[in-house]
């Protein structure tokens, strides 16, 4: 299973970025896609996930309202879009994919495979 999150970049507060996530997936029976955040010197947090069936999904408090997650099972791909950003949501960004997912997690340790970060810079 291998995942490339890709999108990153420098926005000013106010604005919009879309992450994306492409991923190779094995037949699990469910599974799902989170995105996580680090900001510089802080723990990783979770900031949202989706179900591999698209129908389900969970934000994080901070994000609830201005993030939205999707993901187009065609493409093997799922979305982060990042909306009305602030400084505080500057971050290295990561997906990952939880293979047994029968309900969504925020704990990263029930993701065993991860991508590479992307790094959304906000400024003010």
């Known amino acids: 299973v291998q995942l490339q999150a890709f999108g990153g970049g420098l926005v000013q507060a106010g604005g919009s970025l879309r992450l994306s996530c492409a991923f190779s997936?094995?037949?699990?029976?469910?599974?799902?896609i989170g995105w996580f955040r680090q900001a510089q010197g802080k723990e990783r947090e979770f900031v949202a996930a989706?179900?591999?069936?698209?129908?389900?999904?969970e934000f994080a408090d901070s994000v609830k309202g201005r993030f939205a997650i999707s993901k187009d099972n065609a493409k093997n791909t799922a979305y982060l879009q990042m909306n009305n950003l602030k400084p505080e949501d500057t971050a290295v960004y990561y997906c990952?994919?939880?293979?047994?997912?029968?309900?969504?997690?925020?704990?990263?340790?029930?993701?065993?495979?991860w991508g590479q970060g992307t790094l959304v810079t906000v400024s003010s």
């Open positions: 989706i179900a591999m069936s698209g129908s389900y999904t």
């Open positions: 997936v094995r037949t699990f029976t469910s599974y799902a």
């Open positions: 990952a994919l939880d293979p047994y997912a029968w309900r969504l997690e925020s704990d990263e340790s029930e993701y065993d495979y």
